[in-house]
């Protein structure tokens, strides 16, 4: 079932691409498409350095997140292609400014809207460890910027705090390290528990295999020119 919120999909259209798309493309993308989840999603809150928020965005697609959320503050994120090689053409991103200050807000409740349970990751000794921390509902991870974390904000309107415990002197690791050791613990544990719905719809693949039949095809909006006018005639 089609969900509101979705585009119209139109799965002539999606055929008359595929024509365009090689057999071998089709199946990585077939692969790719039966791991990909929304069940677990990372918003990055003011990141400093884009190269850090980059390869935070390659993590994600690499552990088969779709959705990466960028909180803009005083930082505005621009994707650097050499460090995510590529990987932001598959996921997609959704940013949050607002002028009046509310950005963490925005975010948070279109998560929330969705299902998702927020946690910032702080190094506070009153956090969670990320042993406790269960993917047995939608999870969502904030991570703060590289040098004062998460926000004040973001720790007060967070439904948790969470931490990867530390065994030498430092309190934390970089960013995408931490995204890493995160996304690893919980897509393994998702695994053992067999969670029903931690996969796609199939509407949603759907939604996907044509953004990504857009991507990879030259000159789609012409072939798309083409369909549309033939249906018409057709008509």
């Given at each position: 079932m089609q969900k509101e919120d979705e585009p119209i999909f139109d799965p002539g259209l999606?055929?008359?691409?595929?024509?365009?798309?090689?057999?071998?493309?089709?199946a990585v993308m077939e692969q790719v498409l039966a791991?990909?989840?929304?069940?677990?999603?990372?918003?990055?809150?003011?990141?400093f350095k884009p190269h850090n928020a980059s390869?935070?965005?390659?993590?994600?697609?690499?552990?088969?997140?779709q959705d990466i959320h960028v909180i803009e503050k005083t930082n505005q994120?621009?994707?650097?292609?050499?460090?995510?090689?590529?990987?932001?053409?598959?996921v997609d991103l959704h940013k949050y400014y607002r002028e009046d200050g509310t950005s963490v807000d925005a975010c948070f409740?279109?998560?929330?809207?969705?299902?998702?349970?927020?946690?910032?990751?702080?190094?506070?000794?009153?956090?969670l460890s990320i042993y406790e921390l269960r993917p047995d509902e939608k999870l969502a991870l904030v991570f703060g910027n590289e040098h004062e974390g998460i926000s004040g904000e973001v720790k007060s309107?967070?439904?948790?705090?969470?931490?990867?415990?530390m065994l030498g002197f430092t309190d934390s690791f970089n960013i995408s390290v931490s995204a890493s050791i995160f996304l690893y613990d919980l897509v393994k544990k998702a695994a053992s528990m067999d969670l029903e719905g931690f996969h796609l719809s199939e509407s949603e693949k759907n939604q996907l295999r044509l953004?990504?039949?857009?991507?990879?095809v030259k000159k789609s909006e012409i072939h798309e020119k083409v369909y549309f006018k033939n249906r018409k005639e057709s008509e």
């Open positions: 999606l055929e008359y691409l595929g024509q365009y798309v090689t057999e071998h493309k089709k791991k990909r989840t929304r069940h677990l999603t990372v918003v990055l809150e003011d990141i390869a935070v965005i390659r993590t994600c697609d690499c552990f088969g997140l994120y621009k994707v650097n292609p050499y460090v995510t090689r590529g990987a932001s053409q598959w409740d279109s998560l929330r809207e969705k299902g998702y349970k927020i946690y910032g990751t702080s190094p506070a000794a009153s956090s309107k967070a439904d948790g705090l969470v931490h990867i415990p953004k990504w039949y857009r991507g990879v």
